[in-house]
């Protein structure tokens, strides 16, 4: 799914990108929540979801790159660490930044995804545009 996220993002995201590459990995009825503090939060629910999920993120982030990844699976559950180096789209601000996932998974597909973030805020500045007359960070 990783793989797939990143060759949607590659070839443009959303509208450029058939979301086909990433529908085989979820669920009907997937349920993604992301923290309310994010630019791109809120729970997102079904393949449209995921789908508005990635025009979100892909309008917040010029790059969102999976730097490290650990993988701890238990049962229907997997557990992954995941070290991202991003650049904002309005700010052109860079971060590396943790990121630890919870995945569900019902009939071989992704049926819930909880991510965790390190600093909401520090994710949120660097995406947000300054406003008018105020210089970037």
């Not at 996220?5 to 929540?33: K, N, T, W």
């Not at 982030?61 to 660490?81: D, I, S």
């Not at 630890?100 to 009939?107: A, C, G």
């Not at 991510?115 to 949120?124: E, I, L, N, R």
């Amino acid at each position: 799914m990783y793989e797939a996220e990143a060759a949607f993002l590659a070839a443009g995201g959303p509208g450029r990108a058939a979301f086909g590459l990433l529908a085989p990995y979820f669920a009907p009825d997937v349920v993604l929540h992301q923290a309310d503090a994010l630019p791109y939060g809120g729970t997102w629910r079904g393949h449209a979801g995921i789908e508005g999920n990635m025009r979100a993120m892909a309008a917040a982030w010029e790059l969102f790159e999976f730097a490290e990844q650990e993988f701890l699976a238990t049962g229907g559950t997997t557990v992954v660490r995941t070290l991202v180096r991003a650049r904002a789209r309005a700010t052109g601000r860079e971060l590396t930044f943790p990121i630890l996932q919870t995945i569900t998974f019902k009939d071989g597909r992704i049926s819930e995804v909880r991510p965790f973030y390190w600093d909401t805020q520090a994710v949120a500045e660097a995406c947000a545009a300054p406003a008018e007359g105020e210089l970037p960070r």
